[in-house]
C-alpha cells in the first residue's frame, strides 16, 4: 500500500475537466498510479472510477499483482473510489 495526499483545489491539476467544480481527472489517476509503480503499461484492463475524487484528498492504493496484471484499489478515507486494473510489460 501507498498513500498519497492531493493538493488543494488551486492547483491547476483541478482545473483540467471543471472549472467549477475541482475533481481529480481519471486520467491523472490512471497516470499517477503507473508512475509511482514505476511501470510500463501495456493496455489498461479494467477502470471503474466509483466516485470523485476532490482537492485534499488522502488517497490510500492498495495493490495486488498476478503474473503481469496488476490490480489497484484506491481509496479516499477508507471509502473505494476507483479499481484500475494494468497489464505491464
Do not use: C, W
Not at 501507498?2 to 486520467?27: V, Y
Request: proline share 6%.
Amino acid at each position: 500500500m501507498f498513500t498519497i495526499a492531493l493538493t488543494d483545489k488551486n492547483h491547476p491539476i483541478f482545473k483540467a475537466h471543471f472549472p467549477n467544480n475541482p475533481i481529480l481527472p481519471g486520467f491523472i489517476l490512471l497516470d499517477l498510479s503507473a508512475r509511482i509503480l514505476n511501470i510500463e503499461i501495456i493496455s489498461i484492463k479494467k477502470v471503474k472510477f466509483l466516485s470523485m475524487i476532490e482537492p485534499n484528498s488522502i488517497l490510500d492504493f492498495y495493490i495486488q499483482e498476478k503474473d503481469n496484471i496488476i490490480k489497484i484499489i484506491v481509496k479516499n478515507y477508507e471509502q473505494k473510489v476507483a479499481e484500475i486494473s494494468y497489464e505491464k510489460r
